[in-house]
């Protein structure tokens, strides 16, 4: 059987470097917040080309505090609406909920399955006062649009890079220059991925960093002290000590992520499967390699038996769960045929040539 992800393969390499770290921070009997976390907040920084990363506890809070930190700020207020993708993890819209913010849904791009920049203007009211992008399956959003239109109404940008850890390209660096943070998750799944729960915001904004540095802790920068009605989402000492030995190869993974996306793109020859779209001047880092096919259930059932695991991402859209009963009503014809026909093959650093053969053969079988 070739799984979906081998989480296991994927850590083994590190297991004597976590063990020795484990009793590193076991002997340095400091647990929360400590020289682990402080590291990794600085060396994530340096990766990202952001002048701050503060570590969180997950990344549905990393989303929810720069939500909440720009309210403490006064930038944004309960009520305020805030333009999302119909097409996204759950997480992302209900982090906005949870701030007490109104998501607005906007349809997202049939090739590159994310946000369509040019459905924003629309969507803009006067309480409009963000744009969350999400960097879906690894590939930026198209951030020089959407900042542009985030310049002319005076919108904050927040982009959800909870799969995309690494797809970094000077667009983004110019727009981390301005008013805008990131969310990041390292569940372990992730491109990044501990081994539990993790997450962290990168900013450029001194203003904005130093509220998140306070509200992730009780609100209080100063131990008993609290300036702000904060929450607890810190990033765990031991999980910031295991992303400390990863990061170095994050880059590396990426490009074998690329490297076996490369080969799904030229060599999965079949009529029935439509393969995603690479803007090759964005650095996708292929957390997921999305195909579509009209008979998506077929396929899935067909590589099943020929020991394939693939997994649908996600197999019902945010607006037609239970959860938002009236949003069910709505219609986004985009993102319901994407749910319908997406499947995501198997993409991670530790799948084998022998086994992308094996996939492409198999698919183009089909
Ligand atoms: C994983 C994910 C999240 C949430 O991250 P957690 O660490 O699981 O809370 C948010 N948004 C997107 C797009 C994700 O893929």
């Not at 979906?4 to 400091?30: C, H, M, R, S």
């Not at 110019?174 to 539990?196: D, E, M, R, V």
């Not at 802790?217 to 009605?229: D, I, T």
């Not at 038996?305 to 037609?320: A, G, L, S």
Request: charged share 20%; glycine share 4%; with cysteine.
């Amino acid at each position: 059987m070739i799984p979906f992800l081998d989480l296991k393969k994927i850590n083994q390499p590190y297991e004597t470097a976590f063990q020795e770290k484990l009793k590193l921070v076991l002997d340095n009997g400091w647990y929360i917040l400590g020289k682990e976390v402080e590291n990794f907040e600085k060396a994530f920084a340096e990766y990202c080309h952001t002048k701050y990363c503060i570590g969180v506890g997950n990344g549905f809070d990393a989303l929810v505090l720069i939500f909440k930190g720009y309210i403490q700020l006064g930038k944004l207020q309960k009520g305020d609406e805030v333009i999302v993708p119909a097409n996204t993890y759950i997480a992302s819209i209900l982090a906005i909920l949870q701030a007490d913010l109104v998501p607005v849904l906007v349809e997202p791009k049939l090739e590159t399955y994310n946000i369509n920049p040019d459905l924003i203007q629309e969507k803009i009211t006067p309480k409009t006062k963000a744009i969350l992008a999400v960097h879906l399956y690894g590939q930026l959003a198209e951030m020089e649009k959407i900042n542009e239109i985030a310049n002319q109404h005076n919108l904050i940008v927040v982009e959800d890079s909870a799969q995309s850890h690494g797809a970094i390209n000077n667009q983004q660096l110019i727009i981390n220059n301005q008013q805008s943070a990131q969310a990041y998750s390292f569940y372990p799944g992730k491109n990044l991925g501990c081994l539990g729960d993790g997450g962290a915001i990168t900013t450029n904004d001194s203003e904005l960093a130093k509220v998140l540095f306070s509200l992730r802790n009780y609100g209080s920068e100063k131990k008993y002290y609290n300036e702000f009605v904060g929450i607890n989402s810190r990033l765990d000492e031991l999980q910031a000590g295991f992303l400390n030995l990863k990061l170095p190869n994050l880059d590396a993974d990426n490009e074998k992520r690329r490297s076996i996306a490369k080969r799904y793109l030229s060599e999965i020859k079949n009529d029935k499967i439509k393969l995603p779209f690479w803007d090759l001047s964005n650095n996708h880092v292929f957390h997921l390699f999305v195909i579509r096919t009209e008979n998506r259930d077929d396929l899935q059932h067909y590589l099943t038996q020929k020991n394939i695991e693939t997994i649908i991402h996600y197999p019902i859209p945010p607006h037609k769960q239970k959860a938002f009963p009236d949003w069910n009503n709505l219609s986004f014809p985009i993102t319901e045929k994407i749910h319908n026909e997406i499947l995501s093959l198997p993409i991670s650093p530790v799948l084998t040539e022998t086994e992308v053969d094996f996939i492409i053969e198999i698919l183009n079988q089909y």
